[in-house]
């Protein structure tokens, strides 16, 4: 119950988290969920040295991520986004992937929660760096979405560089944080649901709110901002 609890408190009214659960033994030490939205299931990697912490803490990530699989983006934005471009499509579709920073944010829980406090050394380690190098990596990222948006990158070519911002928890986790922690300290959590539900609100709610902290964690540029509309 404070798995979903901790994940329903960052996911639209109504939203739905049922999934069947798998304990796995395997050699790598990650879980994962699978077939969201129609019948997600959480791959759980047994490890029987992790506290009840860093247990509640993964499960309501993952949580997380099928209660935003099944609810976000709407129907409104869908329609939408079927109407743009194939470079507009996939550079929303890879905007989904800062879903696993409002994981982290969800699953911590919250503004006032340790994001990856009980995490293995090698996870806080490489949080660490990223939070560290955050000007860095929202350049690396914007660099990607402008090749995708000016159609230097196919759907293909996007998903192969897309993965290298995935490792232990590279920009997808760590800039999705900053951008989902910036919007919630500003405009307050409601505000940060509706930029999950309509992706479009995302990149101009964040500068907008990055602009009225001090001091101000990284801009996009407006180059980028300008190419989502």
């Not at 959480?42 to 993952?62: G, Q």
């Not at 550079?91 to 006032?112: D, H, I, K, Q, R």
């Not at 955050?134 to 993965?163: H, Y």
Request: a neutral charge; glycine letters at 8%.
């Amino acid at each position: 119950r404070e798995c979903q609890a901790r994940a329903l408190a960052y996911l639209p009214k109504g939203a739905d988290i049922t999934a069947k659960v798998y304990i796995l033994i395997k050699p790598l030490k990650n879980s994962f969920v699978w077939g969201i939205p129609d019948d997600p299931a959480i791959m759980l990697y047994l490890d029987p040295a992790k506290s009840k912490e860093a247990f509640t803490n993964t499960v309501a990530h993952e949580m997380h991520h099928i209660g935003y699989g099944r609810s976000c983006p709407s129907k409104a934005f869908k329609d939408w986004l079927e109407k743009q471009s194939e470079a507009r499509k996939t550079a929303y579709l890879w905007l989904g992937a800062f879903g696993e920073g409002f994981a982290v944010l969800a699953a911590a829980p919250g503004l006032n929660g340790s994001p990856e406090g009980t995490a293995a050394a090698d996870v806080q380690a490489d949080w660490a760096h990223g939070m560290a190098n955050q000007p860095e990596q929202f350049r690396d990222v914007e660099t990607f979405f402008l090749q995708v948006l000016d159609g230097k990158l196919d759907s293909s070519q996007a998903a192969e560089k897309a993965r290298d911002f995935y490792g232990i928890v590279g920009p997808w986790y760590t800039v999705g944080y900053t951008m989902a922690t910036t919007i919630e300290k500003v405009y307050g959590r409601t505000k940060l649901i509706a930029c999950y539900q309509d992706p479009r609100l995302l990149i101009p709610t964040y500068q907008a709110a990055a602009t009225r902290l001090t001091p101000s964690p990284p801009l996009w540029s407006h180059e980028f901002v300008d190419g989502l509309k």
